[in-house]
Protein backbone atom coordinates (compact mmCIF):
# COMPACT_ATOMS: atom_id res chain seq x y z
CA UNK A 1 0.00 0.00 0.00
CA UNK A 2 0.83 3.53 -0.59
CA UNK A 3 3.05 5.08 2.32
CA UNK A 4 1.78 8.58 1.92
CA UNK A 5 -0.15 9.21 4.90
CA UNK A 6 3.19 8.81 6.85
CA UNK A 7 5.15 11.41 6.13
CA UNK A 8 7.37 14.20 8.02
CA UNK A 9 7.44 11.78 11.25
CA UNK A 10 9.89 14.61 13.32
CA UNK A 11 9.28 13.95 17.22
CA UNK A 12 10.34 10.62 19.32
CA UNK A 13 8.88 10.57 22.71
CA UNK A 14 10.72 10.05 26.00
CA UNK A 15 11.50 6.55 26.84
CA UNK A 16 8.57 4.68 29.16
CA UNK A 17 9.59 3.41 32.59
CA UNK A 18 9.53 0.01 31.32
CA UNK A 19 11.58 1.37 28.20
CA UNK A 20 14.35 2.00 30.75
CA UNK A 21 14.26 -0.96 32.78
CA UNK A 22 14.67 -2.72 29.53
CA UNK A 23 18.23 -1.50 29.18
CA UNK A 24 19.66 -3.97 31.79
CA UNK A 25 20.90 -7.04 31.45
CA UNK A 26 17.75 -8.94 30.92
CA UNK A 27 16.80 -6.68 28.38
CA UNK A 28 19.89 -7.25 26.24
CA UNK A 29 19.11 -10.98 26.71
CA UNK A 30 16.08 -10.50 25.27
CA UNK A 31 16.80 -8.03 22.38
CA UNK A 32 15.05 -9.66 19.61
CA UNK A 33 11.96 -10.73 21.42
CA UNK A 34 8.91 -7.70 21.38
CA UNK A 35 7.16 -6.34 18.73
CA UNK A 36 7.61 -3.70 15.98
CA UNK A 37 6.13 -0.63 14.45
CA UNK A 38 3.11 -0.87 11.70
CA UNK A 39 1.38 1.28 8.96
CA UNK A 40 4.33 3.11 6.90
CA UNK A 41 5.96 5.39 8.95
CA UNK A 42 8.59 5.21 6.69
CA UNK A 43 6.57 6.57 3.64
CA UNK A 44 5.74 9.84 5.89
CA UNK A 45 1.68 8.87 6.99
CA UNK A 46 2.08 11.33 10.03
CA UNK A 47 2.60 14.62 8.81
CA UNK A 48 -0.19 16.97 10.36
CA UNK A 49 -1.57 15.36 12.55
CA UNK A 50 -1.34 18.46 15.37
CA UNK A 51 -4.69 19.18 17.07
CA UNK A 52 -6.51 19.33 20.14
CA UNK A 53 -5.71 16.97 22.75
CA UNK A 54 -8.84 15.17 23.54
CA UNK A 55 -9.57 13.26 26.95
CA UNK A 56 -9.45 9.14 26.62
CA UNK A 57 -12.28 7.43 27.98
CA UNK A 58 -9.66 5.96 30.75
CA UNK A 59 -9.45 9.79 32.33
CA UNK A 60 -13.36 9.95 32.85
CA UNK A 61 -13.58 6.35 33.90
CA UNK A 62 -10.62 4.42 34.24
CA UNK A 63 -11.43 0.48 33.82
CA UNK A 64 -9.72 -2.19 31.99
CA UNK A 65 -11.71 -5.03 30.77
CA UNK A 66 -9.87 -7.81 31.18
CA UNK A 67 -10.16 -11.59 29.23
CA UNK A 68 -6.84 -13.81 30.15
CA UNK A 69 -6.40 -17.46 29.64
CA UNK A 70 -3.96 -17.12 32.88
CA UNK A 71 -4.55 -18.90 36.32
CA UNK A 72 -6.25 -16.43 39.13
CA UNK A 73 -3.83 -15.74 41.85
CA UNK A 74 -4.73 -16.81 45.27
CA UNK A 75 -6.31 -15.11 47.26
CA UNK A 76 -8.35 -14.00 44.21
CA UNK A 77 -8.21 -9.92 43.43
CA UNK A 78 -5.02 -9.41 44.79
CA UNK A 79 -1.66 -8.85 43.34
CA UNK A 80 -0.40 -10.57 41.39
CA UNK A 81 -4.41 -10.81 40.37
CA UNK A 82 -3.38 -13.71 37.86
CA UNK A 83 -0.41 -15.40 37.18
CA UNK A 84 1.75 -17.03 34.37
CA UNK A 85 0.55 -20.29 34.77
CA UNK A 86 -2.06 -21.51 32.30
CA UNK A 87 -5.58 -21.66 33.51
CA UNK A 88 -8.59 -23.76 33.01
CA UNK A 89 -10.32 -21.77 30.28
CA UNK A 90 -10.89 -17.80 29.71
CA UNK A 91 -11.43 -15.53 32.92
CA UNK A 92 -12.83 -11.69 32.55
CA UNK A 93 -11.49 -9.25 35.15
CA UNK A 94 -12.96 -5.41 35.10
CA UNK A 95 -9.55 -3.76 36.56
CA UNK A 96 -10.12 -0.25 38.07
CA UNK A 97 -7.27 1.90 37.45
CA UNK A 98 -5.43 4.68 39.05
CA UNK A 99 -4.70 7.10 36.23
CA UNK A 100 -1.03 8.89 36.24
CA UNK A 101 -0.69 12.62 37.66
CA UNK A 102 -1.16 15.12 35.03
CA UNK A 103 1.03 17.73 36.82
CA UNK A 104 4.06 18.96 35.55
CA UNK A 105 6.08 16.98 38.47
CA UNK A 106 4.04 13.84 38.02
CA UNK A 107 5.32 13.99 33.99
CA UNK A 108 8.79 14.07 34.96
CA UNK A 109 8.65 11.37 37.86
CA UNK A 110 6.71 9.21 35.77
CA UNK A 111 9.73 9.06 33.38
CA UNK A 112 11.17 6.63 36.64
CA UNK A 113 8.10 5.22 38.78
CA UNK A 114 5.72 4.56 36.00
CA UNK A 115 2.21 5.93 35.36
CA UNK A 116 -0.89 3.92 35.18
CA UNK A 117 -1.21 1.23 38.22
CA UNK A 118 -3.87 -1.75 39.20
CA UNK A 119 -5.75 0.11 42.10
CA UNK A 120 -8.29 -2.80 42.30
CA UNK A 121 -9.82 -6.31 40.40
CA UNK A 122 -13.40 -6.08 41.68
CA UNK A 123 -15.02 -8.57 39.43
CA UNK A 124 -13.63 -11.71 38.24
CA UNK A 125 -15.84 -14.30 35.76
CA UNK A 126 -14.62 -17.60 35.21
CA UNK A 127 -15.33 -20.54 32.73
CA UNK A 128 -17.88 -20.53 29.52
CA UNK A 129 -19.66 -17.23 30.59
CA UNK A 130 -16.18 -15.21 30.66
CA UNK A 131 -15.86 -14.52 26.72
CA UNK A 132 -20.32 -13.12 27.10
CA UNK A 133 -18.94 -10.90 30.20
CA UNK A 134 -16.90 -9.22 28.91
CA UNK A 135 -18.90 -8.37 25.58
CA UNK A 136 -21.70 -7.60 28.12
CA UNK A 137 -19.62 -5.05 29.92
CA UNK A 138 -18.57 -3.19 26.73
CA UNK A 139 -22.14 -2.02 26.57
CA UNK A 140 -22.28 -2.04 22.73
CA UNK A 141 -19.18 0.77 22.33
CA UNK A 142 -16.10 0.04 20.23
CA UNK A 143 -13.11 -1.53 21.99
CA UNK A 144 -9.39 -1.50 21.85
CA UNK A 145 -8.05 -4.81 22.76
CA UNK A 146 -4.46 -5.00 23.21
CA UNK A 147 -2.56 -8.26 23.21
CA UNK A 148 0.65 -8.00 24.59
CA UNK A 149 3.88 -9.47 23.52
CA UNK A 150 6.84 -11.93 24.87
CA UNK A 151 8.06 -11.83 28.82
CA UNK A 152 5.23 -9.74 30.24
CA UNK A 153 3.60 -10.30 33.72
CA UNK A 154 -0.49 -9.82 33.99
CA UNK A 155 0.70 -6.50 35.63
CA UNK A 156 2.83 -4.97 33.40
CA UNK A 157 0.22 -6.24 30.21
CA UNK A 158 -2.54 -3.92 31.61
CA UNK A 159 -0.53 -0.88 32.24
CA UNK A 160 0.70 -1.28 28.71
CA UNK A 161 -2.62 -1.74 27.74
CA UNK A 162 -3.82 1.57 29.78
CA UNK A 163 -1.19 3.46 27.98
CA UNK A 164 -2.17 2.35 24.74
CA UNK A 165 -5.63 3.74 25.05
CA UNK A 166 -4.48 7.15 26.97
CA UNK A 167 -2.07 7.60 24.51
CA UNK A 168 -4.07 7.63 21.62
CA UNK A 169 -7.07 9.02 23.31
CA UNK A 170 -9.23 5.97 22.61
CA UNK A 171 -12.58 7.10 23.20
CA UNK A 172 -14.75 3.53 23.70
CA UNK A 173 -13.67 0.82 25.76
CA UNK A 174 -10.16 -0.29 26.76
CA UNK A 175 -9.93 -4.36 26.92
CA UNK A 176 -6.83 -6.72 27.05
CA UNK A 177 -6.35 -10.27 26.28
CA UNK A 178 -3.86 -11.53 28.31
CA UNK A 179 -1.75 -14.83 27.66
CA UNK A 180 0.30 -16.71 30.05
CA UNK A 181 3.81 -15.14 29.72
CA UNK A 182 6.44 -16.62 31.89
CA UNK A 183 7.48 -12.99 32.10
CA UNK A 184 11.35 -14.22 31.68
CA UNK A 185 14.07 -13.82 29.79
CA UNK A 186 14.86 -17.39 29.08
CA UNK A 187 11.14 -18.79 28.74
CA UNK A 188 10.87 -18.20 24.81
CA UNK A 189 9.36 -21.50 23.99
CA UNK A 190 6.98 -21.29 26.79
CA UNK A 191 5.92 -17.63 26.24
CA UNK A 192 5.50 -18.89 22.38
CA UNK A 193 3.35 -22.48 23.02
CA UNK A 194 1.03 -20.97 25.71
CA UNK A 195 0.21 -17.84 23.04
CA UNK A 196 -0.41 -20.69 20.52
CA UNK A 197 -2.33 -22.64 23.26
CA UNK A 198 -4.50 -19.31 23.84
CA UNK A 199 -6.12 -19.41 20.15
CA UNK A 200 -9.29 -21.29 21.15
CA UNK A 201 -9.96 -18.56 24.10
CA UNK A 202 -9.07 -15.50 22.03
CA UNK A 203 -11.40 -17.01 19.19
CA UNK A 204 -14.59 -17.41 21.99
CA UNK A 205 -13.71 -13.67 22.73
CA UNK A 206 -13.81 -12.82 19.30
CA UNK A 207 -16.83 -14.34 19.11
CA UNK A 208 -18.56 -13.11 21.38
CA UNK A 209 -17.96 -9.27 20.60
CA UNK A 210 -18.75 -9.73 17.34
CA UNK A 211 -22.05 -11.46 18.07
CA UNK A 212 -22.66 -8.87 20.35
CA UNK A 213 -24.61 -5.42 19.51
CA UNK A 214 -22.08 -2.89 19.38
CA UNK A 215 -19.43 -0.83 17.53
CA UNK A 216 -16.11 -2.09 15.87
CA UNK A 217 -13.57 -4.13 17.52
CA UNK A 218 -10.10 -2.62 17.21
CA UNK A 219 -6.85 -4.91 17.89
CA UNK A 220 -3.55 -3.83 19.12
CA UNK A 221 -1.00 -6.88 19.10
CA UNK A 222 2.72 -6.70 20.01
CA UNK A 223 5.20 -8.96 19.84
CA UNK A 224 4.95 -12.19 20.09
CA UNK A 225 1.09 -11.26 20.72
CA UNK A 226 0.87 -10.77 16.72
CA UNK A 227 1.28 -14.25 16.68
CA UNK A 228 -1.48 -15.34 18.54
CA UNK A 229 -3.49 -12.51 16.82
CA UNK A 230 -2.99 -13.51 13.34
CA UNK A 231 -3.61 -17.36 14.05
CA UNK A 232 -6.89 -16.90 15.90
CA UNK A 233 -8.46 -14.60 12.93
CA UNK A 234 -7.56 -17.04 10.53
CA UNK A 235 -9.13 -19.56 12.72
CA UNK A 236 -12.56 -17.44 12.69
CA UNK A 237 -12.55 -17.01 9.35
CA UNK A 238 -12.18 -20.53 8.58
CA UNK A 239 -14.55 -21.44 11.20
CA UNK A 240 -17.12 -18.70 10.70
CA UNK A 241 -16.64 -17.11 7.46
CA UNK A 242 -15.76 -13.94 6.39
CA UNK A 243 -18.74 -12.16 7.62
CA UNK A 244 -17.23 -13.13 11.09
CA UNK A 245 -14.96 -10.62 10.94
CA UNK A 246 -17.34 -7.89 9.37
CA UNK A 247 -17.30 -6.00 12.97
CA UNK A 248 -13.11 -6.30 13.20
CA UNK A 249 -12.21 -2.15 12.49
CA UNK A 250 -8.46 -1.75 12.90
CA UNK A 251 -5.59 -4.68 13.22
CA UNK A 252 -2.42 -2.97 13.77
CA UNK A 253 0.45 -6.12 14.15
CA UNK A 254 3.35 -3.93 16.09
CA UNK A 255 6.71 -5.73 15.67
CA UNK A 256 5.31 -8.65 14.86
CA UNK A 257 7.54 -11.67 16.00
CA UNK A 258 7.03 -14.15 13.28
CA UNK A 259 8.31 -15.98 10.67
CA UNK A 260 8.41 -14.28 7.88
CA UNK A 261 6.64 -17.46 5.63
CA UNK A 262 4.09 -18.31 8.40
CA UNK A 263 3.29 -14.64 8.35
CA UNK A 264 2.64 -14.42 4.52
CA UNK A 265 0.52 -17.47 4.75
CA UNK A 266 -1.61 -16.19 7.86
CA UNK A 267 -2.19 -12.89 4.93
CA UNK A 268 -3.02 -14.73 2.51
CA UNK A 269 -5.44 -16.72 4.34
CA UNK A 270 -7.32 -13.77 6.08
CA UNK A 271 -8.93 -12.73 2.45
CA UNK A 272 -10.22 -9.53 1.84
CA UNK A 273 -9.75 -9.10 6.26
CA UNK A 274 -6.20 -8.58 5.36
CA UNK A 275 -6.76 -4.83 3.76
CA UNK A 276 -7.79 -4.24 7.78
CA UNK A 277 -3.59 -4.79 8.58
CA UNK A 278 -1.10 -2.29 9.76
CA UNK A 279 1.94 -3.23 10.30
CA UNK A 280 4.34 -1.22 12.33
CA UNK A 281 7.67 -2.94 11.20
CA UNK A 282 11.30 -1.67 12.20
CA UNK A 283 14.33 -3.10 10.14
CA UNK A 284 16.75 -1.84 13.76
CA UNK A 285 14.53 -3.79 16.19
CA UNK A 286 17.60 -5.68 18.05
CA UNK A 287 14.88 -7.85 19.63
CA UNK A 288 13.41 -9.34 16.61
CA UNK A 289 17.09 -9.73 15.60
CA UNK A 290 17.49 -11.95 18.57
CA UNK A 291 14.42 -13.71 18.16
CA UNK A 292 15.45 -14.84 14.22
CA UNK A 293 18.37 -15.62 15.49
CA UNK A 294 16.60 -18.77 17.77
CA UNK A 295 14.20 -18.93 15.15
CA UNK A 296 17.33 -20.85 12.63
CA UNK A 297 17.89 -17.18 10.85
CA UNK A 298 14.30 -16.60 9.24
CA UNK A 299 13.66 -12.99 9.04
CA UNK A 300 10.75 -12.05 11.28
CA UNK A 301 7.67 -9.69 10.08
CA UNK A 302 8.43 -6.97 11.57
CA UNK A 303 12.03 -6.47 10.56
CA UNK A 304 11.50 -7.46 6.71
CA UNK A 305 11.67 -4.95 4.25
CA UNK A 306 8.85 -2.40 3.72
CA UNK A 307 8.34 -3.34 0.04
CA UNK A 308 8.08 -7.46 0.68
CA UNK A 309 5.43 -6.82 3.36
CA UNK A 310 3.11 -4.03 1.43
CA UNK A 311 3.33 -6.76 -1.53
CA UNK A 312 1.04 -8.56 0.96
CA UNK A 313 -1.48 -6.16 0.27
CA UNK A 314 -1.24 -5.07 4.09
CA UNK A 315 -0.56 -1.25 5.09
CA UNK A 316 3.50 -0.67 6.42
CA UNK A 317 4.62 2.12 8.94
CA UNK A 318 8.27 1.45 8.82
CA UNK A 319 9.48 2.82 11.99
CA UNK A 320 13.23 2.10 11.42
CA UNK A 321 14.27 5.99 11.25
CA UNK A 322 12.05 6.96 14.55
CA UNK A 323 14.01 4.52 17.54
CA UNK A 324 16.09 6.30 19.52
CA UNK A 325 17.10 3.54 22.03
CA UNK A 326 19.49 0.25 22.09
CA UNK A 327 16.27 -1.82 21.02
CA UNK A 328 13.95 -0.05 19.18
CA UNK A 329 10.96 -2.96 20.21
CA UNK A 330 8.36 -0.57 22.15
CA UNK A 331 7.90 2.33 20.15
CA UNK A 332 4.33 2.34 20.34
CA UNK A 333 4.05 2.59 23.44
CA UNK A 334 7.21 5.27 24.05
CA UNK A 335 7.04 7.13 20.43
CA UNK A 336 4.58 9.77 20.58
CA UNK A 337 4.45 9.60 16.21
CA UNK A 338 4.43 6.39 16.86
CA UNK A 339 0.95 6.06 18.40
CA UNK A 340 -0.49 8.26 15.84
CA UNK A 341 0.04 5.57 13.40
CA UNK A 342 -2.26 3.68 15.49
CA UNK A 343 -4.68 6.58 15.87
CA UNK A 344 -5.20 7.10 12.20
CA UNK A 345 -5.73 3.34 11.39
CA UNK A 346 -8.40 3.34 14.26
CA UNK A 347 -9.75 6.19 12.59
CA UNK A 348 -9.60 4.93 9.28
CA UNK A 349 -11.81 1.87 10.26
CA UNK A 350 -14.45 3.86 11.45
CA UNK A 351 -14.78 5.89 7.95
CA UNK A 352 -13.26 9.15 9.86
Known amino acids: MAGDEWDDMTSIAAPTRRGFARLGFSALASLSLGGCLGDGLGGGLLGGTAGPEKQSALDVSPVLLVATTRRPA??????PYFTDQRGRGLSFATLRLAPPDRSLIGKVSSVVTGDWRIASAP??????????AFAEAALGRDVLLYVHGY???FETAAVSAAQLSDGIRFRGVSGLFTWPSAGKTFDYGYDRESALWSRDAFEDLLRALATAQGGRIHIVAHSMGTLLTLETLRMLRA???EAALGR?????LAAPDIDIDLFTNGIERLGTAAQKITVISSTNDRALELSSTIA????????ADRSRLEALGVRVADASDYGSGLINHDLFLSNVEVQQVIKRAVARADGR
Request: proline residues 9%.
Open 151 to 153: RES
Open 239 to 241: DAG
Open 248 to 252: IGAIV
Open 74 to 79: DPAGRP
Open 296 to 303: GGVIRAGA
Open 123 to 132: RVVTGPEAAT
